[in-house]
């Protein structure tokens, strides 16, 4: 399970001002990886923080952090703990793939479901890939928009009933999105995303393809069923 929605999280019950601190509940954070988000120019936008809890006493033993620069902070080591209004609007990676996607280059562009998955796939394998930063079935149609000029595009989805609600509602942001390009969806040969499929030692070529009209099957109903929607197209038979 993920739990990138900072903002999805409960806030604790405020005593004057303050969270109620309750003894030994507390995690420890420890920051893990922090990911710039750029716009197409490359000039950086935010940046999200990937902590890991080390003690986790919330079961999550990850969190999300978002820090930014408004205008108004002067100097340019200032910053705020906070999402900035229009983060939902950018993908990860975007000034990478921005050029190829303009210029009308018949490039693949792979889309994650995180940004450690993104990364690793860029390093791994040399190719262009992004991905949102709200978690599963959070992505934004100014986010698919963006790839709409795109030639080719790979969702690779995460192996879990979030991961299938998230493929599926990125499929479908891309084809309500005017997307006529090629369009494949694939998965892990092995563990629950591509950063799982490259630790593994698999190639690129050998992610696993979902059938899409399965998955157009599922995608129409995944609101209402997610471990149906799962078990259909995350089964056993591929192309
Ligand atoms: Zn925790």
Redo the contacts with the bound molecule.
Sequence with gaps: MNNYTVSGRKALPASNGRPIRRTGQR?AKVKVAEYVYRDPRGRELFTKIRYR?DP??????K?FAYTWRPAYLKNEWDLVFQKPPDADGYLYRLDELWPFIARGQRETIYWAEGEKDADEMARAYKVLATSHHQGAGKATPAQAAWLVRAKRVVIVADLDDPGAYCAAHRHNLLLEAGFRGELVIVRAAEGNDAADHIAAGYRLGEFVEVDLSRLAEAASRYKSNLTNNHAKYMGESNV
């Excluded at 986790?56 to 033993?61: A, K």
């Design positions: 995690c809890h986790c006493w919330c079961n999550r033993d969190s």
